[in-house]
């Protein structure tokens, strides 16, 4: 994969991309290429992890302290509504500590919040490399396999050429090997032929390659017809 990345962040503009590591089959993608996982794709992996993690783990505690917020103002309220104009000291002192409290929600929201404007693209960014890694390894993958698929198929092609060869050889000799034993037996005579054992008689080969495709054929499973007429 020779293209740029930036060739292939214009080409994506604005294609979703799933979040890889949440994805199960992504995990299975580098089993069914029977490869190992590179360590820069593990890198990535565990990064974007922890990234997903940590924005989970952000939007979780922001509304843990939204809650604590409401309540305290709630709280306010309430001490300031049964108290009116003149609280007492411990009531000013409780409405000091909630004011102090709602100040440091305050701040941890709003840290929180500009954190979460920026994790999306982190997320995204590493999310990204993670799919070029991956497409990378399959590519590859994929082409070796294409490789030794046209060599085996191309083997395959040479080996039946040989095998139309060998055939087209075979029946030729074994016409020449008849020719000669005819003319052999029609010239010197059975008897001539018996005394200088000749191996190779015809009528016999014929007969034994006759027998031998019967046994064969009994040998086979038959399919019984039953007349469900009877």
């Known amino acids: 994969m020779a293209r740029s990345e930036d060739v292939y962040k214009v080409a994506l503009a604005g294609k979703e991309i799933p979040l890889l590591t949440l994805d199960n089959k992504w995990h299975q993608l580098f089993t069914q290429a029977q490869t190992e996982i590179s360590g820069e794709i593990k890198r990535n992996e565990e990064k974007l992890n922890e ?6 783990k952000l939007n979780t505690e922001s509304k843990e302290i939204r809650r604590l917020k409401k309540k305290l103002m ?8 049964s108290l009116g104009d003149n609280p007492d000291a411990k009531t000013e002192k409780k ?4 004011r102090r409290l709602i100040n440091d929600c305050n701040e941890k929201l709003e840290a929180y919040q500009e954190e979460l404007r920026t994790l999306p693209e982190e997320i995204n960014n590493v999310n990204y490399m993670l799919m070029l890694d991956t497409m990378d390894v399959c590519y590859k993958k994929i082409a070796q396999n294409t490789r030794e698929i046209e060599a085996i198929g191309e083997w395959v092609k040479n080996v039946r050429v040989e095998i139309k060869k060998n055939l087209v050889h075979k029946e030729e000799s074994e016409k020449a090997n008849f020719d000669l034993y005819s003319y052999m037996h029609d010239i010197f005579g059975a008897d001539v032929i018996e005394i200088f054992d000749m191996k190779y008689n015809p009528e016999e080969r014929k007969k034994a390659q006759e027998e031998r495709a019967a046994k064969k054929e009994a040998a086979s499973p038959k399919t019984i ?6």
């Open 95 to 98: 409405m000091d500590e909630n």
């Open 225 to 230: 017809i039953v007349d469900k007429g009877e």
């Open 51 to 56: 990234l997903v993690k940590r924005q989970g």
């Open 74 to 81: 709630g709280e306010i309220m309430e001490m300031a509504e």
